[in-house]
C-alpha cells in the first residue's frame, strides 16, 4: 500500500521555512543553501536532521540528503524514497504549491559511487546565492561510507559550514493545530499513565509497605503503555517514551532529565517522577513528586514551589523574552523565600515537539529568543538539597521537591497548562494514620533484623489478636474528645449569635385606593353593581347603598349557585379567627376593627320588560372576572416570594474562544419548561452556561458553587454532574440550590414483551454497545471536568462520591443510595436531590438502634440550630458500624438511643435558652454512656413522654425498671470496675468465663450486669427479663 504524504503541510512548513530564510535574520543572514543529510543509526532518538523530515513530510527518511537552494530543492535518496517524495514534487494543479521552489529528484546508485549525484548537488549549492556557505546541524553526526563521502565532498569544495540548528529550531517551535492537536494528546496520554496507573502503584507499595527498586518500578511504568486502558483509546504502536521514566528517592536526587532511575529501593518520603510520553512523533512531558507523611515545612516548601510555578506560566506569554520570564521568577523567589534561591534549578523548562528538548529555546537567564503564541514548553522547576530537621535515618534528612508541565503559550493570557493532573498538596501527600504507632514500628524494624521475617510475621499476627478489640475503643476516646469541644464550641457560637436579632420583614399591606381621586367613575359603580377594577386589584360592591372597595387580597373565596329565580354570589373574607394559611398569620394591621366574614348578593334570573340583560348577568361576570383577578395576585406573590431573599448574582462572563470546555447533549433538572428539553453547557470565565434547544439559558457562576459533585455512571442508569449553590437562582419561575446535568446511560426501560435469550446476539451487541457508551461518556465528562479545574485553576474542585462507603436510606419518601464525598453526603441519581455539607454538621444521632430491629433513622442536627434536623430513615443495620467509622475519620460527633426524639421541640428548647441547655450538661444528653447522664436524660426522657405519650399499661410495666435501668447505663460506663468487683467478691474463672459467654449471646453488656449485681445476694438467679433501654 502506498504511503500517503501531507502535500498541503509540506507546502505550508516549507514555505515558512524559506520565509525566515528570506529574512536572513541571525544564522540564516549567512548561509546561501541549506544541506540535511540523514544516515542510519538505530542509537539516534532525537536530531534536528530527522527532525526536520519529520515536521516536512511526516516520516523520517534515512540515508536522504535534501539540499535547499535559493530557486530549488534537490533530494538525493532510494528508488522507493524517490517515489514517495513524487507526491510533492509533482505541482501542477496544485494552488499551494505557488511560490514553493520547484523539486528535482536524484536517485542513489546502489554500488555506493554518487560522484555524479554529488557534482549536480555541488553545482546547485554553487549556484544559490553566493555560493560559499552552507548552513547545516552540526551536532548531527551519522555514521557510514554514505555519509562520510558526502561530508568529503563538502569539504574538499572548500564550503564553510555554518550551524542553523538554532534558527531552524525556532522556526519549528510554533506549532501548527493539527500539531498542537497530538501533542495535547500526548500530554493527555501521559497524565493518564501518570494518574492511573504509577500514582495507583506508588500507593500500593505504601500501603502494603513493599520494596521495590526505582528501576523495576520505571520498568513498569514503560509496560503500561502497551496496555490500552491506560492510554485514552490511543493505538499503542503511535505511543513511546519520550524517555525511560526518572524516580527518585531517599536522599538522592538529580533535576535532570538526562539521569536514569537507580536500583535503590523506593523510600517513603519525597518520591519525584518524571515521565514523558511521545504520540505520533510529537513529545510531552510531567513532573510530579508524591510525599509519604510530610512535615509541616516540606508542605510549605511544596506550596510555594506551586506559587514559583503560578508565576512563570503569568510571564510566559507572546513576545515575552525567555530570559525575561527566566528573571522575574528569580526576583520573585529571592523576595518571597531568598534562601531557597540556591536551591532552584538552574533553567525552568525549555520548549519541546518532534524533540523532547530543543537545546537553543532553554528558559534560563541568557536566553534573547522571544516566545510565540503556539509555542509548546516543557517547564520544570525544583528546589535541591532541602534539609528535613524531621529525619532521623540518612536517607530521610535529605530531599527535593520537582514540578513539571507540559504548556502552551498564548496571546495575551498565561500559558496553558496541557497536563491538568492535580498537584495541590491534597493530591499528592499521603497521609498515613498510624502516627501513635511510630515509636513500635521502629522497634518492629529493629525486631525484623534480629530475627527475621518470620519471627516478625508472628509477632505481628500475636499482636494483632490481642488488639483485635481496640478499634472500638479507639473511636470512643476519640468520640469522647469530640463531644468536650462540641459543647464548648457550640456554646461559644450561640454566645456570639445572641446579638444579632433576625429582623421579621414585615408584611406590605394591600391597599386599595389612597384617596378618593382614585376610584373608578364607572356607570356600573352609579348603578349598584359589583364592579371589579382590575388595574388596582378591587372589587367594588355596594353596602347599605355605598360603593365599597375591597382589595382582591382580602376575599378568601367566592361561590356562585342558582336557586329558582335567583342566582346569589357569596364572598367570603379573611377575618381574625378564621383558617389562615401557615404564611398568612399577621395579615391584618389592625385586629380590632370592626370585620365583614362574608356578603351575599342575589339577582333575578328573569328579565324585566325594557331591561336589555337578565339583572343576574353582573353577578356572573363578576364572579368570573373575580377569579381571574384572584388567580393574578396569587400568581404574582408566589413569583415574588419565590424571588425573597434572592442574592443578585454577579453577570456571565463570556468567553468567545471556541476551545471553552463544552459538554452537548445534557438534560437539566429541574426542567426549565414543563417538557424536558437537551441542551449543552459551557464553561466560560467566570461560570457555566446551559443552553436549551429552545434558547432558554441558566447561568451558575463558579463562585456560587459550594459543592460540584461529578456522578459516574458505575452502576447508575445516568451520569451526572450536579451543583449544589450557596444562594439559589431563578429560572422556570422558580428558586433553585440544586441543578444538575445528566445524561442517560442505556435503556433506563426495558421491554418485558421482547423476547429474549441470554446467547441473543442483538441483546449481546446492545449490551457492547452500552459498555463502550459508558466508557465514552465518562471519558467526556471527565475530560471536561479537568479543562474546568485547569481553567479555575482548581478553584472549583468536582468531587466524586465514594461508592464504597455508601449506604441504603430514605431521607425522602424512597429509599436510595447516599454516598459520602471528601465533604459533603450525597445523593444526586434520584429527584429530589439530597445533599449534606459536613462543615455545617452539628453532629448525628442514630434512633431505633436496638438488635432485634433490622433498621435504624438517622439524624443530623446542623450547628445552625434554628435550620431544621435532617432525617434518614430505614438505613440497614448493618451499615451502622461503617457509618460510625466515616463519620469518626471525619472527626464529626455521633450518638445513639433507643427512642425517637421530638427533634421539633428540642431544638426549640434549645433556641429559647441555649445557657440553661449547656449548663445542664449540653449535648451528652443524648450519650447514654456520659457521667452524670441520670439528670439529663431524666429532663430528656420528660420531653419523651410528652412527646410520645405511651399508654398506661406499659406505664405500670416499666415504671419498676426505669430507676433500674438508668442506674445500669452509669454501671456501663464504668464496666471495668463492675468486673474488678466481681473478682474480689471470690468468684473462680469458670463462673467468670460462663459469665461472658452469656453476655456475648445477649450482646448487651447491661444485662450481664443488672444479673451480677442480682446475683451477689442469691445463690441461684431468677430467670433473666429483656430489657429495652
Not at 167 to 189: F, N, P, Q, R, S
Not at 412 to 441: H, M, Q, R, S, Y
Not at 770 to 799: C, D, G, P, Q
Request: glycine residues 6%; charged residues 30%; proline residues 3%.
Amino acid at each position: 500500500m502506498a504511503v500517503n504524504l501531507d502535500k498541503e503541510a509540506y507546502y505550508r512548513r516549507i514555505k515558512r521555512l524559506y520565509g525566515n530564510w528570506k529574512k536572513a535574520e541571525d544564522e540564516f543572514g549567512k548561509v546561501d543553501a541549506i544541506v540535511v543529510s540523514v544516515g542510519v543509526d538505530e542509537e539516534i532518538v532525537y536530531a534536528k536532521s530527522t527532525a526536520i523530515q519529520t515536521w516536512l513530510f511526516g516520516y523520517e527518511l534515512t540515508d536522504t540528503i535534501m539540499v535547499f537552494c535559493d530557486t530549488k530543492i534537490i533530494f538525493l535518496a532510494s528508488k522507493k524514497k524517490v517515489d514517495f517524495l513524487k507526491q510533492v514534487a509533482i505541482t501542477k494543479g496544485n494552488e499551494n504549491a505557488n511560490g514553493v521552489p520547484p523539486i528535482t529528484l536524484l536517485t542513489r546508485e546502489k554500488n555506493e559511487s554518487n560522484k555524479a549525484n554529488f557534482d549536480k548537488m555541488i553545482e546547485a549549492i554553487r549556484g544559490s546565492k553566493e555560493g560559499k556557505t552552507v548552513g547545516v546541524f552540526s551536532k548531527d553526526k551519522f555514521p557510514g561510507e554514505y555519509m562520510k563521502s558526502w561530508n568529503d565532498t563538502i569539504t574538499a569544495e572548500g564550503l564553510e559550514k555554518v550551524d542553523i540548528s538554532a534558527v531552524v529550531a525556532y522556526t519549528m517551535a510554533v506549532k501548527e493545530d493539527g500539531e498542537l492537536g497530538l501533542m495535547k494528546k500526548a500530554a493527555a496520554i501521559t497524565s493518564e499513565v501518570y494518574s492511573k496507573f504509577f500514582k495507583e502503584r506508588v500507593m500500593e507499595i505504601v500501603d502494603a509497605d513493599e520494596k521495590v527498586r526505582h528501576s523495576k518500578l520505571a520498568e513498569s511504568v514503560e509496560k503500561a503503555i502497551e496496555e490500552k486502558k491506560y492510554l485514552g483509546g490511543a493505538d499503542p504502536s503511535t505511543v513511546e517514551m519520550c524517555y525511560p521514566p526518572i524516580i527518585q528517592s531517599g536522599g538522592n536526587y538529580s533535576l535532570k532529565f538526562s539521569v536514569v532511575s537507580d536500583k535503590n529501593h523506593m523510600h517513603f518520603g519525597a518520591i519525584t517522577c518524571a515521565m514523558g510520553i511521545r504520540y505520533k512523533s510529537y513529545c510531552s512531558n510531567l513532573v510530579r513528586t508524591l510525599m509519604v507523611d510530610p512535615p509541616q515545612e516540606m508542605q510549605d516548601n511544596y506550596n510555594f514551589l506551586l506559587q514559583v510555578e503560578e508565576e512563570l506560566l503569568k510571564e510566559l506569554k507572546h513576545g515575552v523574552k525567555i530570559c525575561d520570564a527566566y528573571n522575574t521568577v528569580q526576583e520573585y523567589v529571592k523576595k518571597e523565600k531568598s534562601d531557597l534561591l540556591s536551591k532552584l534549578t538552574k533553567n525552568l523548562g525549555f520548549a519541546m515537539g518532534i524533540e523532547f528538548r530543543e537545546g537553543s529555546l532553554v528558559l534560563n537567564a541568557k536566553n534573547q529568543y522571544k516566545l510565540k503564541k503556539g509555542m509548546v514548553l516543557s517547564i520544570s522547576l525544583g528546589f535541591a538539597d532541602l534539609v528535613n530537621k524531621d529525619g532521623k535515618k540518612e536517607e530521610q534528612k535529605k530531599y527535593a521537591l520537582f514540578i513539571g508541565d507540559t504548556v502552551q503559550i498564548n496571546e495575551e493570557e498565561a500559558a496553558t497548562i496541557l497536563t491538568p493532573v492535580k498537584k495541590k498538596i491534597k493530591n499528592v501527600g499521603i497521609f498515613l494514620k498510624n502516627d501513635d504507632e511510630e515509636d513500635e514500628e521502629e522497634e518492629g524494624d529493629d525486631a525484623e533484623e534480629l530475627l527475621g521475617k518470620g519471627a516478625r510475621s508472628a509477632a505481628l499476627l500475636a499482636d494483632r489478636t490481642r488488639n483485635e478489640m481496640t478499634a472500638e475503643e479507639k473511636r470512643r476516646a476519640h468520640q469522647k474528645e469530640l463531644a468536650n469541644n462540641l459543647n464548648e464550641e457550640a456554646k461559644r457560637r450561640l454566645t456570639e449569635q445572641k446579638g444579632e436579632q433576625q429582623i421579621q420583614k414585615a408584611r406590605k399591606s394591600n391597599v386599595s385606593y389612597k384617596n378618593v381621586s382614585q376610584m373608578p367613575r364607572e356607570k356600573d359603580i352609579r348603578e349598584m353593581k359589583i364592579f371589579i377594577d382590575k388595574k388596582y386589584e378591587t372589587v367594588i360592591m355596594p353596602v347599605f347603598g355605598i360603593a365599597t372597595p375591597f382589595h382582591i387580597a382580602t376575599i378568601k373565596n367566592i361561590s356562585m349557585s342558582v336557586e329558582g329565580d335567583y342566582t346569589y354570589l357569596r364572598i367570603n373574607f379573611y377575618v381574625p379567627g378564621s383558617s389562615l394559611g401557615r404564611q398568612e398569620g399577621n395579615i391584618f394591621p389592625n385586629p380590632d376593627a370592626t370585620f365583614v366574614k362574608e356578603i351575599t348578593y342575589r339577582a333575578s334570573n328573569l328579565k324585566a320588560p325594557g331591561d336589555t340583560s337578565v339583572p343576574s348577568t353582573n353577578l356572573q361576570n363578576a364572579f368570573r372576572i373575580i377569579k381571574e383577578v384572584q388567580k393574578r395576585y396569587k400568581t404574582r406573590e408566589a413569583e415574588e416570594k419565590e424571588k425573597e431573599g434572592i442574592i443578585k448574582q454577579d453577570s456571565l462572563v463570556i468567553n468567545l474562544n471556541r476551545s471553552n470546555p463544552k459538554l452537548k447533549d445534557l438534560y437539566i433538572r429541574p426542567n426549565i419548561a414543563q417538557k424536558r428539553m437537551q441542551g449543552s453547557l459551557e464553561a466560560h470565565t467566570n461560570g457555566f452556561r446551559f443552553t436549551s434547544v429552545r434558547g432558554d439559558k441558566v447561568d451558575i457562576l463558579y463562585n456560587n458553587i459550594k459543592h460540584a459533585i461529578f456522578q459516574p455512571c458505575d452502576g447508575e442508569m445516568i451520569i451526572v454532574l450536579h451543583f449544589h449553590l450557596k444562594n439559589a437562582i431563578m429560572f422556570g419561575k422558580r428558586r433553585h440550590t440544586d441543578v444538575q446535568f445528566y445524561t442517560e446511560v442505556g435503556e433506563i426501560t426495558t421491554d418485558l414483551g421482547k423476547h429474549q435469550h441470554m446467547h441473543d446476539r442483538d441483546d449481546l451487541y446492545a449490551e457492547q454497545m452500552e459498555r463502550e457508551m459508558r466508557h465514552k461518556l465518562k471519558s467526556a465528562f471527565k475530560n471536561f471536568i479537568e479543562k474546568v479545574e485547569t481553567l479555575t485553576k482548581e478553584e472549583l474542585e468536582f468531587e466524586v462520591p465514594f461508592r464504597d462507603l455508601g449506604f441504603q436510606g430514605a431521607p425522602y419518601r424512597s429509599t436510595c443510595l447516599l454516598q459520602p464525598t471528601s465533604s459533603s453526603l450525597v445523593n444526586v441519581t434520584e429527584w429530589p436531590p439530597f445533599v449534606v455539607t459536613l462543615d455545617e454538621v452539628e453532629l448525628v444521632h442514630f434512633e431505633r438502634v436496638q438488635f432485634h430491629l433490622k433498621n435504624f433513622d438517622v439524624v443530623i442536627v446542623y450547628k445552625d440550630y434554628n435550620k431544621k434536623v435532617t432525617m434518614i430513615n430505614a438505613v440497614p443495620v448493618n451499615s451502622l458500624d461503617p457509618i460510625k467509622e466515616w463519620l469518626n475519620s471525619c472527626d464529626i460527633k455521633y450518638t445513639e438511643g433507643v427512642q425517637s426524639l421530638n427533634w421539633t421541640k428540642i431544638m426549640k428548647t434549645i433556641v429559647d435558652d441555649p445557657e440553661g441547655f449547656f449548663e445542664q450538661g449540653g449535648w451528652s444528653f443524648l450519650d447514654p454512656e456520659s457521667e452524670g447522664s441520670g439528670a439529663e436524660e431524666d429532663s430528656e426522657s420528660e420531653m419523651e413522654d410528652e412527646t410520645f405519650n405511651p399508654s398506661a399499661d406499659e406505664e405500670e410495666e416499666e415504671e419498676e425498671d426505669s430507676d433500674e435501668d438508668y442506674s445500669s447505663e452509669t454501671e456501663d460506663s464504668n464496666y471495668s470496675e463492675s468486673v474488678g468487683s466481681e473478682e474480689e467478691s471470690g468468684k473462680d474463672w469458670d463462673e467468670l468465663e460462663e459469665e461472658a459467654r452469656k453476655a456475648d449471646r445477649e450482646s448487651h453488656y447491661e444485662d450481664e450486669d443488672t444479673s451480677n449485681k442480682k446475683r451477689k445476694g442469691r445463690s441461684e438467679p431468677p430467670p433473666k427479663k429483656k430489657r429495652r433501654h
